[in-house]
């Protein structure tokens, strides 16, 4: 499993937009740009590392409160310009280190702050705007609730460096109080507890795991071809309804999350019974 | 997870199942449900392996005093003798009432 | 009725904090209004937790429990904090997010729904982890197309507090109502602690992290709608309050540009004071609710 580098999101975010920048007054650490998008025009987001962050505990890709109140501002900002027009897609790219863990950040509720960003994202979900999230490295507990968690549809590369879950080994193993090893056999057998993409991809939670030779280091005709697979998942969105249903839905869930399913199942009965 | 399970002779129905407790530190679960027959059947499932001898003590000396016809879960995280025979007497009397 | 703790009425409190989900969750109902759903005679538990040697609830920690309250259609989903720390799970979770998805339908029937969630937890199950994150995804998802609809009541009264993955579903609540013991936030001292040391938090200071993420300070910073004692007719009290209020004009997570604002604002040369930081966020209005 490979440390979180900080450098894909720049790579792929400027692979879409051409660009690199925050938009005018916000945080170097959160990247936003509209740019074309097959026929559309999407606007572009991302979490990157920020030396210089105001708050010192989120000075290295972490998701912090400027960034949470940032995506939040840059997401429904398109909710209200696309009001009486069509619904662009929203595209969150994203390779975050960790939400950011410091004494001010709870002190201002970074609770909230997270909570916004993901309203955020939902409600212009809800709206009708396709949002597409673009796992290209770290996606983890907090920081992708918050940035990318929310979106209709969600893809990820297949590569060592991509990794969705709650919680870092070391930390996982110390607070479940077993080894790393340990919980490394462990997570060969249980797949939800895996920290390879593609047992996650087994839990029918992903639309898609895509193929780059290198994530860090795209070449001109993979980046096409993402972009393809973007607008794809965008058209899917489109003509599908606007909760998460599709992760309850998809095949492997049908096989992986036969649990959920039946719950879903069993309290509808329940609930209907006087 | 060890799952042990033990049976006693019962003499009389019982009509109202029972829930008491929580799979937690120094406590237990214990689902208890009427059923058919003349046979208590006791199912356990414990966290905390090589104790079967405490489970048959425990549920020993419940089962002298309870002669209901019943299927008894207890899911158990590490609960001491005490608190086992406390639930079980505290399942017995909500299913009594 | 005073809120002050020691006085006659502090031996006649009955606490809230004492009861397990089930009696908590029955507790906030008009009387015999209510009923449990996938109980735990339904057996429905988790698939992962005995995989690993953990014995598995019946209920997997988690009570859903229909009825009224103050003559309302009322949903309570309650985690219980005993059971592995309230942790969602892939049975806890969806318990919670289908509950929540069918008081909304119920709603669109015309059928006034109200949901209360009563969160002990520390977030996500490590022991089914992905699945874990994933529900409180999807029940984040859900509080947000019931809360146009009707109010969702996050109520957190202690001991385990709400931390984690779920803090932001009581971020994204109509209303959070908490007790002084109670406390709320995204991560707790100990994981603070660990990855940026002691003098960013230092875990074993007490009065430190109720300062910071306990009941009081929080509704003191605008961030809870309730502060109630440990006694079950207040709670019961605040929830009815809550439910006949309605849904209010704004979600607090959807008030992006005053919080954006109050955030460029703070000086972060420094640590805060908690004390000061109340006179900086004090209650900003609408869903404020004083005792």
């Known amino acids: 499993m490979s ?14 937009t051409g660009q690199a920048s925050p938009m005018l007054g916000d945080p170097k650490s959160v990247l936003t740009a509209d740019a074309p998008l097959g026929n559309d025009r999407a606007r572009f987001l991302c979490v990157v590392p920020d030396p210089h962050a105001r708050f010192p505990c989120a000075r290295h890709g972490e998701v912090g ?6 995506l939040a501002t840059r997401v429904r900002e398109v909710i209200e310009h696309d009001k009486n027009t069509i619904k662009r897609p929203i595209i969150a790219i994203v390779d975050v280190k960790s939400q950011a863990y410091g004494r001010r950040e709870e002190t201002a509720a970074i609770f909230l702050a997270a909570a916004a960003a993901a309203d955020a994202y939902g409600s212009t979900r809800l709206a009708g705007h396709p949002v597409i999230t673009l796992v290209v490295g770290h996606a983890l507990s907090g920081a992708f609730l918050t940035h990318g968690y929310q979106a209709n549809r969600i893809l990820a590369f297949d590569d060592g460096g991509v990794m969705i879950h709650a919680m870092h080994k070391e930390a996982a193993a110390r607070v479940t109080r077993r080894s790393v090893d340990e919980l490394e056999k462990l997570a060969k057998e249980i797949a939800p507890m895996s920290y390879d993409i593609r ?23 993979e980046i096409q071809n993402v972009q393809g697979e973007l607008v ?3 058209a899917d969105a489109r003509t599908s309804p606007v909760d998460l249903r599709n992760r309850l839905e998809s095949t492997a869930a049908r096989e992986m999350r036969k649990a959920s399913i ?13 | 997870m060890e799952q042990i399970e033990f049976n006693y002779a019962a003499k009389r129905k019982v009509h109202k199942r029972a829930h008491v407790g929580v799979v937690g530190s120094g406590d237990l679960e214990v689902v208890l449900e009427p059923a058919e027959g003349d046979v208590a059947s006791v199912f356990i499932r414990t966290s905390v392996h090589g104790f079967r001898d405490t489970w048959k003590a425990v549920l020993d000396r419940f089962f002298t005093n309870y002669d209901g016809a019943v299927r008894i879960q207890i899911n158990d995280a590490g609960a001491t003798p005490g608190s086992v025979q406390l639930r079980l007497e505290q399942a017995a009397e909500v299913s009594e009432r | 009725m005073s809120n002050k703790g020691y006085n006659a009425n502090f031996i006649n409190r009955q606490s809230f904090i004492e009861l397990d989900a089930r009696e908590r969750a029955t507790a906030l109902f008009d009387a015999g209004t209510s009923r449990e759903l996938l109980g735990p005679f339904d057996r429905v538990e988790s698939p992962w937790l005995p995989m690993q040697g953990v014995t598995p609830q019946a209920d997997d920690g988690c009570v859903v429990m229909k009825g009224k309250i103050t003559g309302q259609a009322a949903v309570v989903v309650a985690l219980e904090g005993a059971f592995q720390g309230g942790s969602m799970g ?3 979770g969806e318990k919670m997010t289908a509950a929540l998805d069918l008081a909304c339908a119920d709603n669109e029937k015309g059928i006034p729904t109200s949901a209360v969630i009563l969160l002990e937890t520390g977030g996500v199950r490590l022991q089914e982890a992905n699945l874990g994150l994933a529900a409180i995804a999807e029940l984040m998802a859900s509080i947000l197309v019931l809360r146009k609809h009707a109010p969702v009541i996050c109520l957190t009264a202690g001991t385990v507090g709400c931390f984690g993955g779920m803090s932001l579903a009581a971020g994204l609540a109509s209303y959070v109502v908490m007790t002084r013991e109670a406390r709320l936030g995204m991560n707790g001292p100990e994981v603070i602690e660990q990855e940026n040391g002691v003098e960013e938090f230092d875990s074993s200071d007490r009065a430190l992290i109720w300062a910071i993420h306990g009941g009081e300070q929080r509704y ?8 109630v004692d440990d006694d079950t007719p207040q709670v019961a009290d605040a929830i009815r309050r809550f439910v006949s209020k309605g849904v209010p004009p704004v979600h607090r997570s959807s008030q992006v540009a005053l919080y954006r604002n109050r955030i460029e604002e703070l000086d972060t040369s420094r640590q805060w004071d908690p ?17």
């Open chain 1, 3 to 16: 440390e979180y580098t900080g450098v894909r999101g720049t790579v792929w975010f400027r692979a879409f």
């Open chain 1, 232 to 234: 794809a998942a965008i």
């Open chain 1, 199 to 221: 047992d996650y991809a087994k839990l029918g939670l992903l639309y898609k795991l895509l193929h780059v030779e290198n994530p860090a280091k795209p070449s001109r005709q």
């Open chain 3, 275 to 291: 004390k000061e930081f109340r006179a900086l966020w004090a209650t900003n209005g609408s869903n404020e609710e004083k005792r």
């Open chain 3, 220 to 227: 003191a910073t605008g961030l809870a709608d309730a502060l």
């Open chain 1, 65 to 70: 409160l400027e960034e949470a109140f940032t």
């Open chain 1, 262 to 274: 039946l719950v879903r199942t069993k309290l509808e009965a329940q609930w209907l019974e006087t």
């Open chain 3, 90 to 92: 892939e049975v806890s």
